[in-house]
């Protein structure tokens, strides 16, 4: 008797992939889909999980591995913006070294003064919230790359699973082929059928057993580029679990709603801050600053002692930075622009995939409903024909290869379609497959 058990959510797991302050709600969408595809196996030692592909991915992966160094310059860059001008410190003497009285050091005039620089227009302030703005933008930036890395690795492990799945189905090809060369080959022996007969199944059997090792080889591939998304070497054999079709796919109008939180979305809007706090420092820097000195002054020649003051204020005869100023708006009115270009283009990739999804999903139900039913019903009759002597190896060659060729486009269907269901939510951000929820394993 057979125990059914709820899919377990992975909690834990989606909190190690959601750091603190992430904006991009759907990162750990990827292990909620696959939930669905992987099902009805036992987890064995020598199988991978989607979990343990997402751990490892995140933890080991090349380019994951840069971000905490690119967040300690992001951090030291803020702390420089945030630093104030230095007061300078000037030593200066008159009347010296010259002729007459002002030989030697007897008429000396010597000035000891100390200033600083005022900054005006809240430029200060202005290149804090620059750096603070670069700063999200480079989490974003992050954020979009760590969507692309988890995509590729559940891409891999669909893969995987998806050569796993076309070995069996060789297996089973082979495996009848095999059965009914024997039985053609005893009514060979027996003088009902023609050596041709046997020559043709025959011929059949070893094309299987070539398709079989070319997917060997392959599958042999998917495992070693799996692992090359932590920089290892595959120590496990399956992929864990077995495709099958979602019980429903998400509606367009979920999907188009859930376009305002894609991270490319995400990423052009930190950009437009970033572009937009750099419009305020440029208009800042065009400020003139005063610069206050203070100081005390020696004149040797008549001993006295006074004090000095000094006010620098620069004539501006012209904006210093107006050209910085036109560019940094232009920049900001670009990003704008690039933000309505990429809506219409996501809105039209995502229903492009959304009909890709569909059209699969259609040929798989025509196929289990329809196309495979009969397929499986002719090849019957033409067995128990030929069992008779009414149909000849031709025709039960015929409709073994096209049950066969059935189940194969059903394979590749399934796949595709969580390939397509992966693609939505790359370019969405967030988690579409809501029925994986309710999937169920047999254990």
Excluded at 27 to 53: F, K, Q
Excluded at 151 to 173: G, I, M, N, P
Excluded at 384 to 405: C, M, P
Aim: aromatic residues 4%; glycine residues 6%; charged residues 20%.
């Amino acid at each position: 008797m057979k125990n059914r058990s709820r899919v377990p959510q992975f909690g834990s797991l989606k909190r190690l992939w959601r750091p603190q302050g992430n904006r991009c709600g759907g990162i750990a969408l990827w292990l909620i889909s696959a939930v669905g595809v992987v099902w009805g196996a036992p987890v064995r030692a020598d199988t991978v999980s989607l979990s343990a592909v997402m751990e490892q991915t995140l933890l080991h992966h090349p380019q994951l591995q840069l971000f905490p160094h690119q967040q300690r310059i992001a951090e030291a860059q803020a702390l420089q913006a945030g630093i104030r001008p230095n007061p300078n410190l000037s030593l200066s003497v008159e009347n010296v070294l010259g002729s007459g009285e002002a030989s030697g050091f007897s008429g000396a005039e010597t000035t000891l003064a100390i200033s600083q620089l005022i900054e005006l227009g809240g430029k200060r302030q202005r290149r804090i919230e620059l750096a603070d703005a670069q700063q999200r933008e480079m989490q974003q930036s992050y954020e979009q790359q760590r969507v692309e890395v988890l995509a590729e690795a559940t891409r891999r492990y669909y893969r995987l699973l998806h050569v796993q799945t076309l070995l069996d189905w060789s297996e089973r090809r082979m495996a009848l082929e095999q059965d009914a060369l024997q039985r053609i080959q005893a009514r060979s022996r027996a003088g009902a059928v023609q050596q041709a007969d046997v020559s043709g199944m025959a011929l059949q059997l070893a094309e299987s057993q070539l398709q079989h090792r070319q997917l060997q080889r392959q599958a042999e591939l998917a495992r070693y580029r799996l692992a090359a998304m932590w920089a290892a070497e595959p120590r496990f054999e399956r992929a864990q679990g077995k495709l099958r079709q979602p019980e429903t796919v998400p509606a367009l109008a979920a999907v188009l709603d859930a376009a305002n939180q894609a991270p490319q979305h995400l990423l052009l809007l930190e950009q437009g801050y970033a572009a937009a706090a750099q419009s305020r420092l440029a208009e800042a820097n065009g400020q003139w600053d005063l610069n206050l000195g203070v100081g005390v002054k020696r004149d040797e020649a008549s001993n006295d002692t006074g004090l000095v003051f000094s006010l620098d204020v620069p004539l501006q005869l012209s904006h210093p930075n107006q050209g910085n100023l036109l560019a940094a708006r232009m920049a900001e009115q670009q990003l704008a622009q690039q933000q309505q270009l990429l809506r219409g283009e996501l809105r039209v990739q995502l229903m492009a995939v959304y009909q890709s999804l569909q059209a699969q999903t259609d040929k798989v139900t025509a196929l289990d409903h329809t196309l495979l039913p009969l397929a499986q019903q002719w090849l019957q009759q033409v067995q128990q024909a030929y069992q008779t002597g009414q149909q000849n190896v031709q025709s039960l060659l015929a409709a073994q290869s096209r049950q066969f060729d059935l189940e194969r486009q059903r394979i590749d269907a399934l796949h595709a379609i969580w390939l397509q269901l992966l693609e939505l939510e790359r370019l969405t951000g967030q988690p579409l497959a809501s029925s994986s929820s309710s999937l169920e394993t047999e254990s």
